[in-house]
């Protein structure tokens, strides 16, 4: 799950939501919140705005 929502996010070419990715994958909110936390966690997104977040590149 925390590849597709880096790469929903890659595609969107801006800083997007956890609700932006949840629409673009069609997937369940519960799923793409754990991914971003993960990804947080592991440093590979950044948030330029708040509650918008980017992967790290």
Do not use: H
């Not at 948030?47 to 980017?54: A, G, I, N």
């Amino acid at each position: 799950m925390k590849e597709k929502v880096l790469q929903a996010m890659r595609e969107a070419g801006k800083p997007v939501s956890a609700g932006d990715v949840t629409k673009m994958l069609n997937a369940d909110r519960k799923e793409v919140d754990k991914a971003f936390a993960e990804l947080k966690k592991e440093g590979n997104i950044v948030s330029p705005v708040r509650c918008k977040w980017e992967p790290v590149e």
